[in-house]
């Protein structure tokens, strides 16, 4: 079965500092990756998506987020925050074809100090 | 607007009483989804559906039932609700069930407390 660790439950910056939120995944097939923003009191939304090519993906408000295949690793970056980016990341992996089960991480909560 | 909508936002319910939350989708995805989200735990699924009238468990499927009878809609169940079904639910839709990159859209969650 697939699983999603997120090894940072917890992350405290301040704005302007450069974030990476840690995403590996278990699984022996190919995977399409997904990472998701949940903003406070609100519902999750698509950050950005890795299904195939350039394992660099550049997502909506200057997140990106590298495919590591050997290291079954999807981290996502950005390089410097901004305080309305404190919110809560899911990383998510399902696997290609067949059913597609969409699996998610336990997520990081982010706080951006002003 | 493209969209999935969730009926009740907040429900407050007590132990035993049969409720049901409502989830709607105006993309005609054939691919529905419910989830739990609880602190340290993310986002669990409880059922899915990959069309009208075929409907599967998650990882988490007791104390909640489901039906999809129409395209558009997916009601959750949760017959005899327990103070550990307490939780933020999301439904979500998506194209399709299999083949092909799509993404998934998520509902606006629905917190419900059971005493």
């Known amino acids: 079965a697939q699983s999603v660790s997120q090894h940072n439950h917890h992350v405290i910056l301040s704005e302007a500092a450069s974030l990476e939120l840690g995403c590996n995944y278990s699984?022996?097939?190919?995977?399409?990756l997904f990472w998701y923003v949940q903003y406070p009191g609100q519902h999750l939304q698509l950050l950005l998506k890795?299904?195939?090519?350039?394992?660099l993906v550049k997502g909506i408000k200057g997140f990106e987020a590298e495919f590591i295949k050997s290291k079954f690793s999807f981290n996502l970056r950005k390089p410097s925050v901004q305080w309305s980016d404190t919110a809560e990341y899911f990383c998510?992996?399902?696997?290609?074809?067949?059913?597609?089960?969409?699996?998610f991480g336990t997520g990081t909560k982010l706080q951006v100090i002003p | 607007e493209a969209q999935v909508t969730q009926n009740p936002r907040y429900l407050i319910t007590v132990t035993g009483k049969k409720l049901t939350v409502t989830c709607s989708q105006n993309?005609?995805?054939?691919?529905m989804s419910w989830y739990r989200q609880d602190p340290g735990l993310g986002l669990r699924q409880i059922y899915y559906?990959?069309?009208?009238?075929?409907?599967d468990k998650g990882d988490v499927p007791e104390g909640y039932k489901v039906s999809r009878k129409e395209k558009r809609n997916f009601p959750l169940i949760l017959e005899s609700p327990s103070p550990n079904q307490t939780s933020l639910y999301f439904c979500?839709?998506?194209?399709?069930?299999?083949?092909?990159?799509?993404?998934?859209?998520f509902g606006p969650g629905t917190r419900l407390t059971v005493l």
């Open positions: 979500a839709s998506r194209l399709s069930w299999t083949g092909g990159p799509d993404t998934q859209y």
């Open positions: 699984y022996g097939g190919t995977v399409n």
């Open positions: 890795y299904f195939s090519g350039d394992p």
């Open positions: 998510a992996v399902n696997e290609k074809g067949g059913y597609q089960k969409v699996t």
């Open positions: 993309m005609n995805h054939e691919y």
């Open positions: 559906s990959m069309n009208v009238e075929v409907t």
